[in-house]
């Protein structure tokens, strides 16, 4: 096993979701994201803040579905690092270009409640 982080693993996989889903769309809005188990850095908590409409593009090209399956991968990914938050976070999309920023569990289920 590589025990280097790959500082490009998360922004070149959000990319490619992003062609593959969205890449005729654009949609602004916020994924806030926690993984509510302490022993497993699965996301099993989220709020999605967009549009109705934006939303419904969301669910339609797979987008949600897909996303949720990468931020699994992501919080698992990064829970192999220590000193890395693997707990959640925020991934913004603006004009469907994402960026994620991970914080403390704590933070993320404020943002959440």
Do not use: T
Not at 10 to 20: G, H, N, P, S, V
């Amino acid at each position: 096993m590589n025990n280097i982080f790959d500082d490009h693993f998360e922004a070149k996989r959000l990319e490619r979701l992003r062609i593959q889903c969205l890449s005729n769309v654009n949609i602004s809005g916020e994924i806030i994201f926690a993984a509510m188990d302490d022993n497993l850095p699965y996301i099993n908590q989220s709020a999605w803040m967009f549009q109705n409409n934006d939303n419904q593009i969301l669910s339609d090209s797979g987008y949600k579905y897909y996303m949720l399956s990468m931020l699994d991968i992501f919080a698992e990914y990064r829970s192999q690092f220590e000193g890395l938050e693997c707990r959640g976070g925020v991934v913004s999309l603006k004009n469907s270009a994402s960026v994620i920023v991970w914080m403390p569990q704590i933070e993320v289920l404020a943002l959440i409640k």
